[in-house]
């Protein structure tokens, strides 16, 4: 079985069911650390719809924790959340978030075409 992670109607992941229910996990406990909202609706009838400004802002404010974070746990924690949803981000044509030093934005960029190898639509 498969969980289809949908904006505006448009699926833009498609994984199994324990991958999905284990990145709505993470995601969710990312955003309560950061104490935002994660834009992710509950995965309903293997469905998951994602409010796409609420969630370009979820993935905003934690790839800048991930940045001003010096704590490496802190950022092993954050990093596979950050880049998953950055592909779902950049597949549903959203804004991400803008990244300093270029170093790291390259880095970002690197993770995010890993991972979307990965993420069947």
Known sequence: MTCF??????TVWSPSNTIARLFKGQAE????????????????????????????KFVAEAAGQYGHATHPVLRSLTESVIAA????????????????????????????????RFMPR
């Not at 992670?5 to 448009?10: A, K, R």
């Not at 779902?88 to 960029?109: C, F, H, I, N, Y």
């Open 29 to 56: 406990a990312v955003a309560a650390a950061f104490q935002v909202v994660s834009g992710l609706g509950d995965i309903v009838d293997d469905e998951c719809q994602i409010d796409l400004p609420v969630f370009e």
């Open 85 to 116: 949803a950055s592909v779902l981000v950049e597949r549903a044509g959203g804004r991400l978030p803008d990244v300093e030093p270029p170093e790291q934005a390259a880095a970002w960029a690197r993770l995010r075409r890993e991972h979307a």
């Open 5 to 10: 992670f949908e904006v505006g109607g448009t």
